[in-house]
């Protein structure tokens, strides 16, 4: 005989689970079209946009708001299924901020990270792709949240650092860097014709790289030590790329002696 009991329970049971298959979906186009709305919002095609952003912090800010977006989401979704199943989710909430209150009061050092994380996106202090150095950690910034920074050093290892523990920062991609380059050389050769020649490395490889920003030029003698004189070469360069220019540089600077016969110090060409 047909149980219409177990009929209506399977109905009731399908609409449930149709539901929570809804909301699972719903949860999952609205991930789908925020990260779409967010990428327009903050990295956008600057011939059809009235605002835009620099790049790294475009980055940044999108990644932040992704991912606070993303746990808002996820709990409403967990609130609606637990509706699903006459669960009263108030208490859970009200629970939850008591609970979460309590936690606030012991984790001092959660909360620093929080507050120092905030100040570090308000101000701007480093972006996603920045190389930055931070105590005795180095590498470029992979993700940066409320609570920590993901940093990749040059090893390929990732560096997670809460926010709290940042006591200082060194950015090394804001601005221009200095390529600096120390040339000793002997006293017995002619300084007129040293210094004809530096100028011509320094035109050449002001022409060659485009990662030069100014120069380079040259500063002058900048020491006076047993057996050589030093004369110094530097230039502004996009930042990361100071070594190649300096590398460029001292090449460039012995070709040319060697051509003309000037003999360097046997002292290390040095920074």
Excluded: W
């Amino acid at each position: 005989m047909f149980d219409l009991t177990n009929t209506e329970f399977l109905l009731t049971a399908g609409h449930k689970a149709l539901r929570i298959l809804l909301i699972f979906f719903g949860a999952g186009l609205a991930l789908r079209l925020l990260g779409l709305i967010v990428s327009r919002l903050f990295i956008p095609n600057i011939s059809s946009a009235a605002f835009y952003f620099e790049e790294k912090r475009a980055r940044t800010l999108s990644h932040l708001l992704q991912s606070i977006a993303r746990y808002l989401i996820y709990f409403i979704a967990i609130v609606l299924v637990l509706q699903e199943f006459d669960i009263n989710t108030t208490s859970i909430i009200a629970g939850a901020g008591i609970v979460g209150l309590a936690l606030g009061v012991g984790a001092q050092s959660l909360i620093k990270d929080f507050i120092t994380g905030f100040f570090v996106i308000l101000e701007d202090q480093y972006a996603v792709g920045d190389y930055i150095v931070s105590n005795e950690m180095a590498g470029t910034v992979e993700e940066i949240g409320f609570r920590v920074t993901k940093l990749r050093d040059a090893n390929g290892i990732l560096h997670i650092i809460p926010h709290g523990a940042i006591i200082r920062i060194s950015n090394y991609t804001r601005g221009h860097m200095q390529a600096v380059v120390n040339v000793p050389v002997s006293y017995e050769e002619n300084i007129d014709k040293v210094k004809s020649l530096l100028e011509e490395a320094c035109i050449a490889i002001g022409q060659e790289l485009p990662e030069v920003i100014e120069g380079p030029s040259i500063v002058g003698v900048v020491d006076f030590r047993p057996g050589e004189m030093v004369f110094r070469v530097s230039a502004k360069t996009v930042p990361l790329e100071q070594g190649k220019v300096e590398a460029a540089l001292r090449y460039k600077i012995k070709a040319l002696f060697d051509a003309a016969g000037i003999k360097m110090s046997t002292a290390l060409i040095a920074r």
